[in-house]
């Protein structure tokens, strides 16, 4: 104790105080008691100061016992703690021997706590415990005097369970020396979830890289610098992912064609303030500088309404453009075909069972073979714009085709709808849609034609004269009946003859000469002599025309018997002949018979 003198500011009165300081366990200091005095210190220096240590050792002992009673309540409290933990708790000593465990610990190991304090760690280890053990306090007390490991441990049944174990120092504080405290945390069902987790992130990584594309995670700053890229990157624009990855050598909007950039962004940034997702198909430029078409699907990814991403997915479009460009042009080129085309095309949609045919398309061909015009019969059944249509058969042939789906041609026939007259070739089937196509075409100048030359043909197979077509070589091309009946022979075998087998009047040099006489004189007739099959050989008349057709020459040659002829020319010469001489006898006979009067009279 000690006192303490003060004097205020006036000076008029003196104070004195005696103070003791206030001690705890320990040597702490927890405080000082003061004591103030009146008057002369003299007086109460001894009883003051006594009585002011005995007040000091009164709250001393007071602020002891508070302590303790917090203490016993803290330790208290973290005893339930420890003991209602879900977590496997065990005290230990240095040498691994087990001083205290918690429910949960022997809970999980499927133990008594009697059972289990006492008992080494070492006993509900996998493994080497002793090493296990060794490597653990090495770590503890060389280290930073905690350890987290992942340890196998056994069970009381035998089973095996993954735990998670977390170990440090704990000093005693009564020199009792020192012990490892340790938490022991079963995560059995966390690692069936990690290998879940790993299985699916491997399934992930299989579907991503198996996938004609590339999946794509971009930040929203700056560049939009690339968080994750799929392994499709390689393939799809030539870089490898590490390439990408915050744009260190290229980035994502670097590999977007410049002219379809700014149309790219616009629709990202529209669906992006939306918050929907977009679709865009666009051009990239990969790395060896090919152009490829793409098609990307992507959305936006938010924190408290604020795009923090955009993810997506990008995949490789180009043959399918490509496609779509040859079938926009296979379809203009069909369509100029359908068009411009001679024959009349109509596609019909069929509805009910292949009963009723509707026009779909009727192109300009068969607006101008039927005199209607397209606009007018588009929509409409067959048999309201042709009545007539189901007496030519046409209409059978539609639904058959429509069932069977063999194409069918129907013979060439004689269209007669009233207003118009014409022969028709008509050919049908049916497309993979189902619908039917019908391509027609007016034959009716062929039919004529055919019709002409058949007449034709017919008059000169009947014709009395023979005729024969021959090549510059001499060989026979073609001959009419009147040529197989003139020389006795089948047509076949008059084929197989040459012009110098029916007559001795040619030979090949001369032959030559007539018929480049005759390319220049077109035709020539003359007098000769042919020989028929049977030997015999007939005065005939020859009338020969030079004809060209499609690049080939031939000799077409009229040849007239004039066997006849000439037999009457012959009888008619003889009765010429005769009458002639019977003329000169009768003239002879008169003039005797004038001359004798006359000598009559003249010896009268």
């Known amino acids: 104790a000690t006192t303490v003198r003060g004097e205020d500011a006036l000076g008029r009165w003196k104070r ?3 103070a003791a300081t206030v001690s705890v366990k320990g040597g702490r200091l927890a405080g000082v008691v003061t004591h103030a005095l009146r008057g002369d210190r003299r007086g109460w220096m001894a009883e003051e100061r006594a009585f002011v240590r005995r007040v000091a050792d009164q709250v001393a002992h007071l602020l002891e016992r508070i302590e303790r009673e917090k203490a016993e309540k803290d330790l208290a409290l973290l005893q339930a703690t420890v003991e209602q933990s879900p977590t496997g708790m065990v005290i230990a000593n240095e040498g691994g021997t087990i001083t205290y465990c918690n429910k949960a610990f022997a809970s999980q190991l ?30 503890l007390l060389h280290g930073e005097g905690i350890v987290l490991a992942e340890l196998q441990h056994r069970r009381r049944d035998g089973t095996v369970f993954p735990a998670l174990v977390n170990a440090g120092i704990v000093e005693a504080g009564n020199g009792d020396g020192r012990y490892v405290a340790v938490s022991l945390t079963d995560i059995t069902e966390r690692k069936s979830w990690g290998e879940v987790l790993k299985e699916e992130r491997r399934r992930l990584s299989t579907l991503l890289s198996s996938l004609p594309g590339m999946a794509f995670r971009i930040r929203n700053e700056e560049g939009w610098p690339v968080e994750f890229i799929s392994e499709g990157c390689v393939d799809l624009i030539g870089w490898q992912p590490e390439d990408i990855i915050e744009n260190r050598l290229v980035s994502h909007a670097e590999c977007v064609h410049p002219d379809d950039l700014d149309r790219v962004f616009k629709i990202m940034q529209t669906a992006f303030a939306d918050k929907e997702p977009y679709e865009v198909e666009y051009r990239i430029i990969d790395a060896e500088g090919t152009i490829k078409w793409v098609w990307e699907q992507g959305l936006g990814v938010y924190e408290k309404d604020e795009l923090v991403a955009a993810e997506g997915f990008v995949c490789d479009i180009t043959d399918r453009v490509m496609a779509n460009e040859a079938l926009r042009e296979g379809e203009t ?29 009727y192109n300009k061909a068969g607006e101008r073979l039927d005199s209607v015009a397209g606009d007018t019969v588009i929509g409409r059944e067959v048999r309201d714009v042709f009545p007539g249509v189901s007496d030519t058969g046409l209409l059978e042939v539609f639904q058959r085709v429509w069932r069977t789906g063999d ?13 118009l007259t014409s022969w028709r070739e ?28 058949r007449l ?88 020969t025309h030079f004809l060209e057709l499609e690049g080939q020459e031939f000799h077409c040659t009229i040849v007239r018997d004039l066997t ?24 002879g006979e008169l003039q005797e018979s004038q001359d004798q009067p006359m000598q009559s009279e003249k010896m009268a």
Request: aromatic share 10%; with cysteine; charged share 30%.
């Open 426 to 453: 008509n050919y049908v089937y049916r497309l993979p849609s189902g619908e039917i196509v019908c391509v027609f075409d007016d034959v009716t100048e062929q039919i004529q034609a055919q019709q002409a030359l």
């Open 456 to 543: 034709k043909q017919l008059s000169i197979d009947q014709a009395n004269d023979a005729m024969i077509w021959t090549l510059p070589s001499g060989v026979l091309f073609d001959a009419n009946e009147g040529a197989c009946e003139l020389y006795g022979y089948t047509s076949r075998e008059l084929l197989e003859k040459t012009i110098f087998d029916l007559t001795t009047s040619y030979t090949p040099d001369s032959w030559s000469r007539r018929w480049e006489q005759l390319r220049t004189t077109r035709a020539m007739r003359a007098e000769s002599w042919h020989q028929r099959s049977d030997g015999r050989v007939i005065p005939v008349e020859v009338s």
């Open 16 to 18: 004195a105080a005696a």
């Open 110 to 139: 499927g133990y008594s706590r009697h059972e289990i304090v006492g008992e080494s760690v070492g006993k509900f280890l996998v493994g080497d415990p002793d090493k296990i053990i060794k490597e653990f306090n090495d770590e």
């Open 564 to 587: 006849d002829q000439k037999r009457h020319e012959a009888e008619i010469q003889r009765m010429n002949e005769m009458l002639e001489q019977r003329v000169q006898e009768r003239t």
């Open 333 to 361: 080129r069909y369509r100029e075909l359908f068009d411009n085309m001679n024959s009349g095309v109509s596609v019909f949609q069929v509805r009910g069972e292949g009963e009723r045919f509707y026009f779909k398309e």
């Open 407 to 419: 194409p069918e041609g129907l013979p060439v026939m004689l269209y007669d709808q009233g207003r």
